[in-house]
C-alpha cells in the first residue's frame, strides 16, 4: 500500500512537468517512472508498453481516460491527452523493443498444462501465433508475470471492466489453469 | 505477426546498421507495395455473368455468381489425377491464415493474406507481378484471425476490403490504390475480411462484428467512384418477430418467452447493438435481380438475458433486391440463439426438387448445426434440411455458469468454409467440424466496441476431434458419402467436371476425391495446414488446381505463406 501511494505521489509530481509539454519525447518522459527508462518496468505489477501493440495502448489509454479501466494511477495520467495524443504515444512506444525481463521458461508439465487451457478457449486466434498480439489484441508473450495474474485476476472479478469479454473467458477458466498460463505467458 | 516481429527487430537494431539483406527485405515489403505490370485485359460483366461455363478464367470467390464452386473444364479427370505436380509454389511476405480463394483472369491470378496484402502473380510460373501491402490503420478489432478471403475484378479494378474496415479499388494492371472509402469504424468493433462482390458496377459488402454489439449491414458501393448506393441493416427496427420456439428442423429451443416480454416492455427493441454480421459472398441471380445471403450471430452470442425476441434477421437467409438493397424474403434458422451456431457459409444458387418433385429455382446453405438447408428460391422458404453431417447432442440445452456440453460446437458442423456442388449428381459437397464444446454464460452491458461475448464456449480436453468431407444429395436431403478426417476441418472446397473434388486439411495434406464416391484418387503435403477454397484454371492449354497453404488462426493450424499450383505433367 506504501509503494502504492509512493508512486501514486511521484506521478501526481511528475504531471505537473507535464501540463505544459510539447514534443512526443516530453509528454512520454513521465511513463519512464514507472514503465521504465529501458522498457523494463521499475514494478513487478507494472505492464511493459515498449514494443507493445499500438492500437491495445491507445485503447487502454482511452479506456483509462473514460473511467471503463480503473486504476488511480493510470487515470489522472490518461485524462491530459487528447485522441490524437494518445494514437501518438501507443505509436511511439510500440516502435520501441520489447524488453527481455528474463523470466524463465515453464518448466515442461506446466507449459503443457498451459496449451491445454489455451487451447480450449483458442487463446490465440485472437492474440495469435506465439501470442504476440495485433490491433487492439495485445501481445502477452514475455509481460510481467506479476502483472498478467495481477490483471486476469482483475478481469475475473471485473475489477478491470473494460473488456466483458476477456473477464468471460478468464471465468470459463479454472484459477489453476491460469496460473499455469501466466508462468507459460511469462516465460515466453 | 512474423513480419512485424522482425520489423520491430529491425527497427530495434537500426536497419541501416543489418547486413543480413534477407531480413531488410522483410521489412522493405511489408511496408512498401511494388507496383508492377500485369497484363491483364479488363473484365467485362458479361464475362462476369458467364463466369459458370468459363474453364479458363476463375472469376469471382465462388466460381460465379451462383457460387456453385463448381468448375466446368475437366483437364484433370480421375484417370489422370494422380499424376498431379506442383507446377510453382509463391511464397508471400506474411505468414498467417490464408483463407485466399485465387482469382485469375487470362493468366494473371489474384490473391490475398491475413492483414489484406493483395499480389497478382503470373498464373503459369506464379512469378510475382505487384504486391499491393496495405498500410494498417493502428485500430483492428476482430475475432478469429486477420484473415482476407481475396478480391473480385470488374473493368481493370481490383476490390478489397480491408481489415481495418476500408473498401478500395486497386488498379489491376499495376496494384496502384484508385479510391478508399471508409466503411464502418474499427473502434466500434468493425473489420472486414470477406472479399467484395461486384456486379452491374455495384460493389457488395458486408461486416464482420457479431462479437462486438455492432449493427450489422450489407451495402453497395459505386464500382466508379466508392459512394453509398445503398445499406440494408441486416437488423431491422422491429428485431423481435414472431416469438419461435422451434428451429428450422422442429427442435425446440427452451426460450423463456414470458421473460423475454417482460424484458422487451422494460428495454424496448434491442436492435441498435444487436450484431448480425455478414462476412461471406451473397449470390447473386441475373435472371430475378436478387442477392442471397447470410446473416450471422446476435450479440453477445452466448447470453439472450438482454437481447428478447427473435433477433432478426440474425442467424438467417436473407434476400435482397439487387438494385434497390430493399428486403424481399428472409428464413430464420435459428430465432434468439445462445449458441453462435449461426449462419455463414455462403449461399449456392442451383436448381432443386420441390417436395412434390417438381424441379424449382432454389438455394441452399450448409449451416453450423450440421445439416444443408435447401430454399424454395422465391420466397425463402425451407423445402427441405438433410441428415446432420455431425453428431448433434443435448440440442438445445441452455448455456450456464459452469458450462454445458452440447454438440455441435459453436464451430460446426459447416463454418464460414464455402461448399461446392455438382449440378449434373444434384450433390453438395461440404466440409465439417466435430469439436465437442462446453457452452457458458455470462451477463454485461455494451462495452463501447469491445468484445461482448456474453460467456464462452470450450473445447473439452480430451475429447476427441475430427473432421469429415460430407456429399449430400439436395434433392432428397440425403447423405451420399462421408470422408472422415482426423480434424476438424476449415477451409473450402472446389468440385470440378472432370468428376472430383478438391479440398484441405489443418495437417496440410491437399486431396482430390472421386466426387461421386468420395475414393481418395491423389495427395499432397504442403507442410502447413491447407485452410483455403481451391480455385481452377487454364493457362497455356493447361489445367491448374491452385490453393493457399498458410494454416489458420481460428483452429491454431501450422501457419505457412504458401500459395501453391499444380498441374498434370
Known amino acids: ?188 | 505477426m512474423h513480419v512485424k516481429g522482425l520489423a520491430a527487430f529491425a527497427a530495434a537494431v537500426g536497419v541501416g546498421l543489418l547486413s543480413g539483406a534477407a531480413i531488410a527485405q522483410e521489412v522493405k515489403q511489408e511496408k512498401q507495395s511494388v507496383l508492377g505490370n500485369a497484363n491483364v485485359p479488363p473484365v467485362t460483366q458479361e464475362q462476369l455473368n458467364a463466369a459458370d461455363k468459363n474453364a479458363k478464367d476463375f472469376l469471382l470467390t465462388n466460381g460465379n455468381y451462383a457460387q456453385t464452386r463448381f468448375y466446368p473444364g475437366k483437364q484433370i479427370s480421375r484417370d489422370n489425377v494422380r499424376n498431379l505436380h506442383v507446377a510453382w509454389i509463391f511464397q508471400t511476405d506474411v505468414k498467417e491464415s490464408l483463407e485466399t480463394s485465387p482469382i485469375v483472369v487470362d493468366g494473371v491470378m489474384y490473391v490475398t493474406t491475413s492483414f489484406s496484402h493483395v499480389y497478382a502473380l503470373d498464373a503459369k510460373t506464379g512469378q510475382q507481378l505487384w504486391h499491393y501491402a496495405h498500410k494498417m490503420g493502428p485500430i483492428t478489432v476482430y475475432c478469429c484471425g486477420p484473415n482476407n478471403r481475396g478480391v473480385q475484378v470488374l473493368g481493370d479494378r481490383v476490390y478489397l476490403a480491408t481489415l481495418d474496415s476500408k473498401l478500395m479499388a486497386l488498379n489491376a494492371k499495376t496494384g496502384e490504390a484508385v479510391w478508399t472509402t471508409n466503411i464502418a469504424d474499427p473502434e466500434l468493433g468493425y473489420s472486414e475480411t470477406m472479399a467484395p462482390t461486384v456486379v452491374k458496377d455495384k460493389v457488395l459488402i458486408g461486416t464482420n462484428g457479431g462479437e462486438y454489439g455492432i449493427r450489422g449491414f450489407v451495402r453497395a458501393y459505386d464500382a466508379k467512384t466508392g459512394k453509398q448506393l445503398w445499406n440494408f441493416n441486416t437488423i431491422p427496427e422491429n428485431s423481435v418477430g414472431v416469438w419461435a420456439t422451434k428451429d428450422a428442423t422442429g427442435r425446440d429451443m427452451h426460450r423463456n418467452i414470458q421473460a423475454e416480454k417482460d424484458m422487451l416492455a422494460k428495454i424496448g427493441d434491442p436492435y441498435a447493438k444487436l450484431g448480425g454480421g455478414v462476412w461471406q459472398n451473397p449470390s447473386v441471380d441475373l435472371a430475378t435481380n436478387r442477392i442471397y445471403l447470410v446473416v450471422g450471430n446476435p450479440s453477445p452470442d452466448l447470453d439472450g438475458s438482454n437481447r428478447p425476441g427473435d433477433n432478426l434477421y440474425t442467424n438467417s437467409m436473407v434476400s435482397l433486391d439487387l438494385d434497390t438493397g430493399k428486403y424481399v424474403c428472409h428464413f430464420q434458422y435459428i430465432a434468439h440463439d445462445v449458441w453462435d451456431l449461426d449462419a455463414v457459409s455462403p449461399t449456392v444458387l442451383v436448381d432443386v426438387k420441390d417436395k412434390g418433385g417438381k424441379t424449382i429455382p432454389g438455394v441452399i446453405h450448409a449451416g453450423k448445426t450440421g445439416h444443408i438447408y435447401v430454399h424454395d428460391r422465391k420466397d425463402c422458404s425451407l423445402i427441405r434440411f438433410s441428415e446432420a453431417m455431425v453428431p448433434q447432442e443435448n440440442m438445445w440445452v441452455l448455456p450456464t455458469k459452469e458450462g454445458a456440453r452440447m454438440l455441435p460446437g459453436a464451430n460446426g458442423g459447416v463454418e464460414w468454409s464455402p461448399i461446392a456442388t455438382d449440378p449434373g449428381q444434384a450433390l453438395a459437397y461440404a466440409i465439417n467440424l466435430h469439436q465437442p464444446m462446453t457452452y457458458h454464460v455470462e451477463t454485461s452491458a455494451y462495452p463501447n466496441g469491445k468484445l461482448w461475448l456474453g460467456g464462452a464456449f470450450k473445447v473439452i480436453p480430451g475429447e476427441k476431434q475430427s473432421g469429415n468431407i460430407t456429399a449430400v444429395n439436395y434433392n432428397t436431403g440425403k447423405i451420399a458419402w462421408q470422408v472422415n478426417t482426423p480434424e476438424p476441418m476449415i477451409g473450402g472446397i472446389l468440385a470440378t467436371a472432370g468428376g472430383l473434388v478438391f479440398t484441405g486439411e489443418g495437417n496440410g495434406k491437399f486431396a482430390a476425391y472421386n466426387s461421386s464416391n468420395g475414393k481418395e484418387l491423389w495427395s499432397f503435403r504442403a507442410g502447413a495446414g491447407v485452410n483455403a477454397p481451391p480455385s481452377s484454371y487454364m493457362v497455356g492449354g493447361k489445367q491448374y488446381v491452385v490453393v493457399g497453404a498458410g494454416g489458420n488462426t481460428q483452429l491454431d493450424y501450422k501457419r505457412g505463406n504458401n500459395i501453391i499450383a499444380f498441374t498434370l505433367d
Open chain 1, 1 to 188: 500500500m506504501f509503494g502504492k501511494l509512493m508512486i501514486g505521489a511521484t506521478a501526481l509530481l511528475l504531471l505537473a512537468a507535464q501540463v505544459c509539454a510539447e514534443t512526443i519525447e516530453d509528454k512520454v518522459a513521465v511513463c519512464a517512472g514507472c514503465h521504465g527508462a529501458d522498457g523494463k518496468p521499475v514494478d513487478k505489477t507494472i505492464p511493459t508498453i515498449w514494443g507493445q501493440q499500438a492500437g491495445y495502448l491507445y485503447i487502454q489509454l482511452r479506456d483509462f481516460k473514460r473511467g471503463d479501466r480503473k486504476s488511480e494511477i493510470m487515470q489522472p495520467i490518461a485524462t491530459q491527452f487528447e485522441r490524437d495524443d494518445m494514437l501518438a504515444i501507443a505509436e511511439y512506444f510500440s516502435q520501441k523493443p520489447w524488453p527481455d525481463l528474463g523470466q524463465p521458461r515453464a518448466p515442461k508439465d506446466v507449459a503443457a498444462k498451459a496449451i491445454t487451457a489455451s487451447a480450449s478457449v483458442g487463446c490465440p486466434a485472437c492474440h495469435l501465433d506465439r501470442f504476440q498480439g495485433d490491433g487492439t489484441v495485445p501481445r502477452l508473450a514475455g509481460m510481467g508475470r506479476d502483472y498478467l495474474a495481477k490483471t486476469i485476476a482483475d478481469f475475473r472479478t471485473r475489477a478491470r471492466g473494460n473488456n466483458p469479454g476477456m473477464s468471460d473467458l478468464m471465468l470459463a477458466t479454472s484459477p489453476d489453469d491460469l496460473a499455469a498460463l501466466v508462468e507459460y505467458l511469462a516465460g515466453l
